[in-house]
């Protein structure tokens, strides 16, 4: 496969899934017209016939980019799932075609953490069942159990970029945040990480939870840990869903060792409106149930569409792969003079000196070069101080070095 030098007129992008207007306006800007937009996802046969030649796809989650679907698709040269997850590309397979798969990871950072801070005050106040009380006819005036979160301690564990977020924000309400991390984190603020897990749930009036889904964090908070927290303090989750043993959880709330809870994420989470929720918690006084929603705001969608797009005009006008979650990481100068040109290949012995001896026989002066590889696959971005010409046959040599799998030109 490969790609020569498309004016970017020539160069297809097919957007699914109603993915942010924000996406299209990148792609303008930086000269991309070729734009076929759809508001839903497509059937699967119908996916294969307008993928056939397009060269840059934009999903979301519902579009399932199979190993199947990415082999119709001739001249992909990069996706966008414009969202967080990458679950619905078979990743590998776009990494064995040479194709770099980009997302968002942290485009709904501030969406989340606001969310977290407006439950720890909600949750403070007792206000669920407070609200539950008024709509059913009741006035639950008391103040007993009501307090302001000013002077309390909040426990952030994961002090990553959403951990790091709410840090800020909290402080600025008077909280008195302290973090635990496995990496060691600079603290922000007056925020001041703790040795221990136990001693962050030891001290905490509020929890919440910021990790990411690994085989440490599933079940991470149990009885145990929950049997840690000081008796009155509230637990919120919003992190991933199996992190936390919701059983006990609601245990723990049922015994009123812990006095609310807000929690977004669930170990098994309906597939759609018709699934029914199944919970432990459901029904439960002062606990927030949201539909993992933590990131779902107008402004992430917007975030998203611009940041997504904005990698894939990167990689198609630079060849840069930062931020790609499957491909070799090269973050590339923006291309001068001259030609750049990348390959994409098996990493086998030999594959460099090729390309250099090529290089040499035409007389191409190197300017600058970039090798990233993954064990299994590599990628070099060379650039030349003069323009390649037609007909020299440089192109068709280096599509014929053992191993290609993908070449693109860039003059
Ligand atoms: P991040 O990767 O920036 O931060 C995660 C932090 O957790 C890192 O600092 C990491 O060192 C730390 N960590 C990892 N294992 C740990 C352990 N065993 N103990 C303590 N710390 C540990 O991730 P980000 O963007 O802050 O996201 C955090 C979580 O929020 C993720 O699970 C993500 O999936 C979830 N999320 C949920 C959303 C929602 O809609 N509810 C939306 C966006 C993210």
């Given at each position: 496969?490969?790609?020569?030098?498309?004016?970017?007129?020539?160069?297809?992008?097919?957007?699914?899934?109603?993915?942010?207007?924000?996406?299209?306006?990148?792609?303008?800007?930086?000269?991309?017209?070729?734009?076929?937009?759809?508001?839903?996802?497509?059937?699967?046969?119908?996916?294969?016939?307008?993928?056939?030649?397009?060269?840059?796809?934009?999903?979301?989650?519902?579009?399932?980019?199979?190993?199947?679907?990415?082999?119709?698709?001739?001249?992909?040269?990069?996706?966008?799932?414009?969202?967080?997850?990458?679950?619905?590309?078979?990743?590998?397979?776009?990494?064995?075609?040479?194709?770099?798969?980009?997302?968002?990871?942290?485009?709904?950072?501030?969406?989340?953490?606001?969310?977290?801070?407006?439950?720890?005050?909600?949750?403070?106040?007792?206000?669920?069942?407070?609200?539950?009380?008024?709509?059913?006819?009741?006035?639950?005036?008391?103040?007993?159990?009501?307090?302001?979160?000013?002077?309390?301690?909040?426990?952030?564990?994961g002090y990553g970029h959403i951990g790091s977020?709410?840090?800020?924000?909290?402080?600025?309400?008077?909280?008195?945040v302290i973090f635990y991390d496995i990496v060691?984190?600079?603290?922000?603020?007056?925020?001041?990480?703790?040795?221990?897990?136990?001693?962050?749930?030891?001290?905490?009036?509020?929890?919440?939870?910021?990790?990411?889904?690994?085989?440490?964090?599933?079940?991470?908070?149990?009885?145990?840990?929950?049997?840690?927290?000081?008796?009155?303090?509230?637990?919120?989750?919003?992190?991933?869903?199996?992190?936390?043993?919701?059983?006990?959880?609601?245990?723990?709330?049922?015994?009123?060792?812990?006095?609310?809870?807000?929690?977004?994420?669930?170990?098994?989470?309906?597939?759609?409106?018709?699934?029914?929720?199944?919970?432990?918690?459901?029904?439960?006084?002062?606990?927030?149930?949201?539909?993992?929603?933590?990131?779902?705001?107008?402004?992430?969608?917007?975030?998203?569409?611009?940041?997504?797009?904005?990698?894939?005009?990167?990689?198609?006008?630079?060849?840069?792969?930062?931020?790609?979650?499957?491909?070799?990481?090269?973050?590339?100068?923006?291309?001068?003079?001259?030609?750049?040109?990348?390959?994409?290949?098996?990493?086998?012995?030999?594959?460099?000196?090729?390309?250099?001896?090529?290089?040499?026989?035409?007389?191409?002066?190197?300017?600058?070069?970039?090798?990233?590889?993954?064990?299994?696959?590599?990628?070099?971005?060379?650039?030349?101080?003069?323009?390649?010409?037609?007909?020299?046959?440089?192109?068709?040599?280096?599509?014929?070095?053992?191993?290609?799998?993908?070449?693109?030109?860039?003059?």
């Open positions: 496969m490969s790609n020569l030098s498309l004016s970017k007129d020539k160069i297809r992008i097919l957007l699914l899934e109603g993915v942010h207007e924000n996406a299209i306006r990148v792609f303008e800007q930086a000269g991309y017209s070729n734009i076929e937009f759809h508001k839903k996802a497509l059937d699967e046969d119908v996916l294969k016939e307008k993928i056939k030649d397009a060269h840059i796809v934009g999903i979301r989650s519902r579009t399932q980019l199979t190993d199947s679907v990415i082999n119709a698709a001739e001249k992909l040269f990069s996706v966008g799932c414009f969202c967080i997850g990458t679950n619905q590309v078979d990743l590998r397979s776009a990494l064995s075609k040479g194709v770099p798969v980009f997302n968002a990871p942290y485009s709904n950072t501030r969406s989340v953490a606001e969310l977290v801070l407006g439950e720890a005050i909600m949750l403070m106040r007792g206000i669920p069942a407070k609200s539950t009380s008024c709509h059913e006819g009741g006035w639950m005036k008391s103040a007993t159990g009501s307090y302001e979160v000013r002077g309390k301690t909040l426990g952030i564990i977020q709410l840090s800020i924000l909290a402080e600025a309400l008077g909280f008195n060691n984190k600079l603290p922000l603020g007056n925020a001041t990480p703790c040795d221990s897990m136990d001693q962050l749930l030891q001290t905490s009036d509020i929890v919440s939870l910021h990790v990411p889904d690994t085989p440490e964090t599933r079940n991470m908070i149990t009885a145990r840990e929950l049997g840690e927290m000081k008796k009155g303090a509230h637990f919120i989750n919003a992190a991933r869903g199996q992190v936390v043993d919701i059983p006990a959880l609601a245990d723990a709330i049922k015994d009123e060792h812990i006095a609310g809870a807000a929690i977004d994420v669930f170990p098994v989470e309906p597939k759609g409106a018709d699934d029914e929720f199944v919970s432990e918690l459901r029904g439960l006084p002062n606990v927030i149930l949201t539909p993992h929603i933590g990131g779902s705001t107008q402004e992430a969608q917007a975030n998203i569409g611009t940041e997504v797009a904005e990698k894939l005009v990167k990689y198609s006008d630079d060849g840069s792969t930062f931020g790609a979650v499957n491909f070799m990481e090269v973050s590339l100068p923006v291309k001068g003079e001259g030609t750049r040109f990348m390959h994409i290949h098996e990493n086998k012995p030999g594959v460099m000196a090729k390309i250099a001896e090529i290089m040499s026989e035409h007389d191409l002066n190197i300017t600058g070069q970039y090798l990233q590889t993954d064990g299994e696959f590599g990628y070099v971005v060379v650039d030349v101080d003069s323009d390649i010409e037609k007909g020299k046959g440089i192109r068709k040599a280096l599509r014929q070095i053992p191993g290609t799998i993908r070449l693109r030109f860039l003059r």
